[in-house]
């Protein structure tokens, strides 16, 4: 399964019914999503925000926890890729960007610096349960 742009509109209740609604499909083995920090999101709402809020979808989702956010919903956190990261390994950033680029991953592990990255997820099974004991 893949949902690219889609999960940053979310409230954080929006995010974990669909984190548990696709991981009640045992069908759907893994899970790719972007996700950015609270920092990574307070930058965008500063630079882009307004035209989003403006036309009612403003940019709201971006967990605390990062990746793990989404454990308690049925996903083990396979791996994080750093947008930044990748974007300099394809020579596709100015110089200060470059720069940037060379500070350790947080894999969005840490919500008070800026990342913006892809994640997969392993179905670690059905989680019906899970959604009612948050």
Sequence with gaps: MV?????IYF??????????DLSAQLTFRFWVTDLTSPALLKMLQKAIGSPLVEAGSPLKFAPHEGPEFFTR?????????????????????????RLLSLLPD??????????GGVCVF???????SRLTTK
């Design 3 to 7: 949902s690219e742009g889609l999960i």
């Design 11 to 20: 409230e954080a209740d929006g995010a974990a019914e669909l984190a548990s």
């Design 73 to 97: 919903y049925g996903w083990k956190v396979v791996e994080t890729r750093s947008l930044l990261q990748a974007a300099a390994k394809l020579k596709r950033l100015s110089f200060g960007m």
């Design 106 to 115: 947080p894999g969005g592990r840490k919500p008070d610096k800026p990342w």
């Design 122 to 128: 392993e179905n670690s099974g059905p989680t019906r």
